[in-house]
């Protein structure tokens, strides 16, 4: 069975850090895979997607990047975090073939 | 455009009462539609879909929803609450491109009275 693993679970930055999130999928290959945002108290933003190894598609410009170094590894970076960073940030695949996601558990990040 | 719409950013009802939870969709193409729950601090649990063929989807839980094309809504119900249904709710809607992105409304709390 699949399984979608996100690390660290709860991160608290200060205004100016840089930052490192990790989304690793298991038991698929070639997953499209997809970093959304929820503000509190607002729906998911989705932020950038990737069909294949190095292929990165941005839904919004903004402070962040993702990288996909490897097939089932999925990263999401920024230089220099901002307040408005803070969020919960949900990791999700989906096999090419259908719409169907599925997501990670989430990291909690707050920015000081 | 690939849109949805969900009517209600909170629904209270009492335990053992229906839950009705409205999903309103706009799509180019025919559409496949999903209901996601997501209780507090956790990821999205997908609690139904539907793609092609019967519009009367059930899901877990005891969750259900029809596909209306003329009203081009895709509503979650069930028939009694329970407290443990109390979380948010997202409706979404697929895309039109390659990517296999969903289109997400902006989620319906659901409070559960005892």
């Known amino acids: 069975s699949q399984t979608i693993h996100q690390w660290p679970a709860t991160l608290v930055q200060p205004v100016g850090s840089p930052l490192s999130l990790e989304c690793t999928v298991e038991?698929?290959?070639?997953?499209?895979l997809y970093w959304y945002r929820q503000a509190a108290g607002r729906g998911l933003q989705l932020l950038f997607y990737s069909v294949g190894i190095g292929q990165i598609s941005s839904e919004v410009p903004q402070n962040l990047s993702a990288s996909r170094p490897q097939d089932r590894q999925f990263i999401l970076s920024s230089k220099k975090l901002l307040l408005s960073d803070s969020g919960f940030y949900l990791c999700?695949?989906?096999?090419?073939?259908?719409?169907?996601?599925?997501f990670g558990p989430g990291t909690r990040l707050t920015v000081t | 455009a690939q849109s949805v719409t969900q009517l209600g950013s909170h629904v209270s009802v009492s335990e053992g009462a229906l839950v009705l939870l409205r999903c309103n969709y706009s799509s180019s193409v025919p559409p496949y539609l999903f209901w996601y729950v997501q209780y507090p601090n956790q990821g999205l649990q997908l609690l139904l879909k539907y793609t092609t063929g019967a519009t009367l989807v059930k899901g877990i839980n005891g969750f259900e929803a029809e596909f209306k094309k003329s009203e081009t809504s895709f509503h979650l119900t069930k028939p009694s609450a329970h407290m443990s249904d109390a979380a948010e709710y997202f409706c979404a809607v697929s895309g039109a491109d390659s990517s296999y992105k969903l289109i997400f409304g902006s989620g319906t709390r659901l409070l559960v009275r005892p």
């Open positions: 038991g698929t290959s070639n997953p499209n």
């Open positions: 999700a695949w989906c096999r090419g073939i259908s719409y169907e996601q599925y």
